[in-house]
């Protein structure tokens, strides 16, 4: 995440994540299940402006700087459930500190989209908050305050380029990348919901062969053929039980001469992996023909 003063004010650059890799080990007795995953940072970005409010109220606004085709995408709650009012109102707990906000966002990460918009939001909301109330909180207390709001949110606060992720996601070992690698995302007109693709889980439990060891030696190697082949998702399957649409995009990207493709998070967002961005923009313009979804072309970094 990149930051800005501007004034008073504090403007904060949060990226979106691609998981390469996400193997679900098994379900949890708290219900969460247990993951190994690898995310990379991709920049595509959510902007947060916060500027301090006297009345110690934290209020949100939000506009979504989506393409006319996203007239049907989920509406954004601005209200409690909000993860950006409920990092604000997490720290305000924590330190009862009787300072506000007024938060402004523009979001550009698509959602119900596996691609973490909401928990990147939400760890910059932590980070900026914390320098805008002067709370002091350390690295460390953030973490813990990071995995009471979602299981991504440490990813982002940690805000690696790529990252190997364990427990439900919350714990992070940043990773080196050979970049920047290059990628075309087609995020459909429907979404999927976190929660329900977990749920499909136990009755479709794939398991991908490869391990984050070689998805990270891959990284390290900087051989785009060699990412391309060591990608996988144990939730593809899950997704595509709750909406078969999810086949099409899924086909249309390994059709490609890519180097490999596959479904973010729990989804509804897939990937190609391109050899380059002149690739990945002829890549996006034959998808976009397919009406598909909504194209972006994105390379790796924070
Ligand atoms: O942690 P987060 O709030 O992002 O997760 C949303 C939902 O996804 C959880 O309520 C849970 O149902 C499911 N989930 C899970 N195991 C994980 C992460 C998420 O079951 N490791």
Redesign the pocket.
């Known amino acids: 995440m990149r930051l800005q003063r501007q004034g008073e004010a504090l403007n904060v650059w949060t990226p979106a994540k691609l998981n390469l890799l996400l193997k679900?080990l098994g379900?949890?007795a708290d219900?969460?299940?247990?993951?190994q995953t690898v995310m990379l940072s991709v920049q595509l970005y959510d902007l947060l402006q916060f500027s301090p409010a006297e009345s110690g109220v934290v209020r949100l606004t939000c506009e979504t700087r989506f393409p006319r085709s996203f007239s049907v995408s989920p509406v954004l709650e601005v209200g409690d459930r909000n993860?950006v009012i409920r990092a604000a109102r997490l720290l305000k707990e924590q330190t009862g500190t009787t300072h506000g906000a007024s938060i402004q966002l523009v979001k550009h990460i698509p959602m119900e989209a596996g691609m973490g918009g909401?928990?990147s939001d939400a760890a910059a909301t932590l980070v900026a908050l914390n320098q805008l109330w002067d709370l002091k909180l350390s690295h460390c207390d953030l973490h813990e305050l990071a995995a009471q709001?979602?299981?991504?949110?440490n990813f982002f606060l940690e805000s690696p380029i790529a990252g190997k992720c364990s427990?439900?996601?919350?714990s992070i070992e940043a990773i080196p990348v050979i970049g920047p690698l290059h990628f075309v995302i087609v995020k459909p007109l429907f979404g999927l919901?976190?929660?329900?693709?977990?749920?499909q889980?136990g009755a479709h439990r794939a398991t991908v062969s490869h391990s984050m060891e070689e998805i990270q030696a891959a990284l390290e190697s900087g051989s785009v053929q060699r990412i391309g082949s060591v990608l996988g998702n144990d939730l593809t399957e899950p997704a595509l039980q709750l909406d078969l649409r999810l086949k099409a995009v899924l086909q249309r990207l390994a059709s490609e001469d890519v180097a490999g493709s596959g479904m973010t998070g729990?989804g509804s967002s897939c990937f190609a992996l391109c050899r380059t961005a002149a690739h990945a923009k002829s890549v996006a313009a034959r998808c976009r023909q397919m009406k598909l979804g909504y194209v972006y072309t994105v390379t790796s970094g924070v």
């Open positions: 679900v379900r949890r219900g969460y299940h247990d993951l993860l909401g928990s709001l979602g299981s991504d949110v427990g439900r996601g919350e919901s976190t929660a329900k693709v977990f749920q889980w729990s």
